[in-house]
T-cell receptor, first 115, second 119 residues
Framework: ETGVTQTPRHLVMGMTNKKSLKCEQH?????MYWYKQSAKKPLELMFV???????ENNSVPSRFSPECPNSSHLFLHLHTLQPEDSALYLC??????????????FGPGTRLLVL | AQKVTQAQTEISVVEKEDVTLDCVYE???????LFWYKQPPSGELVFLIR??????QNEISGRYSWNFQKSTSSFNFTITASQVVDSAVYFC????????????????FGQGTILTVHP
């Protein structure tokens, strides 16, 4: 595997279900991100993890719960979602070092439909 | 607050035409990064270019070129001799940077421009 991978690519779930999205980066990066892309809004940053520590929570509802067990893996645990949470969820990673020009590299996304 | 505006929601061209995608940004920072990403139908955001706010040189990469004008806060992207494979959504983004030059990791994206290239 190369780059940033995400599983599953597609997910349909009911509002009472619990599911998890998985992201893995094979780039040796130390920072990982979750973004939400819905049809009517621009890309929204949800969470930022730097060296496994959460450094940003962009006012995301508690029904979204991130987990970063190590610098290569990032999860997004979902429970009691609403239909308006249907969107493309994108994971990204980057190498963050002081003074280093940083670029985020994205995975293919998980397309989520909440019924 | 930072803001990125891509005024063109959709552009449609015929193959071999040149096309320019506009990007205007707002920031109070003196140091920042600008990016362009391409999102084909598969969904993955593909990195195209990063530009440091101190580097106003224009850049050319094959059929792609970028025009950074700090005076007008614009970072426009031109595709020369467009091809059907260029059809995608293109995003311009802005990243905050602290005084030491380290990014905060927060990318502010524009709304995106849907480019359709017809054969």
């Amino acid at each position: 595997e190369t780059g940033v991978t995400q599983t599953p690519r597609h997910l349909v779930m009911g509002m009472t279900n619990k599911k998890s999205l998985k992201c893995e980066q094979h780039l040796g990066h130390n920072a990982m991100y979750w973004y939400k892309q819905s049809a009517k809004k621009p890309l929204e940053l949800m969470f930022v993890y730097n060296f496994k520590e959460q450094t940003e929570n962009n006012s995301v509802p508690s029904r979204f719960s991130p987990e970063c067990p190590n610098s290569s893996h990032l999860f997004l645990h979902l429970h009691t979602l609403q239909p308006e949470d249907s969107a493309l969820y994108l994971c990204a990673s980057s190498q963050r070092l002081a003074g280093l020009q940083e670029t985020q590299y994205f995975g293919p996304g998980t397309r989520l439909l909440v019924l | 607050a930072q803001k990125v505006t891509q005024a063109q929601t959709e552009i449609s061209v015929v193959e071999k035409e040149d096309v320019t995608l506009d990007c205007v940004y707002e920031t109070r920072d003196t140091t920042y990064y600008l990016f362009w990403y391409k999102q084909p139908p598969s969904g993955e955001l593909v990195f195209l270019i990063r530009r440091n706010s101190f580097d106003e040189q224009n850049e050319i990469s094959g059929r792609y070129s970028w025009n950074f004008q700090k005076s007008t806060s614009s970072f426009n992207f031109t595709i020369t001799a467009s091809q059907v494979v260029d059809s995608a959504v293109y995003f311009c983004a802005l990243s905050e940077v602290n005084a030491g030059g380290t990014s905060y990791g927060k990318l502010t994206f524009g709304q995106g421009t849907i480019l359709t290239v017809h054969p």
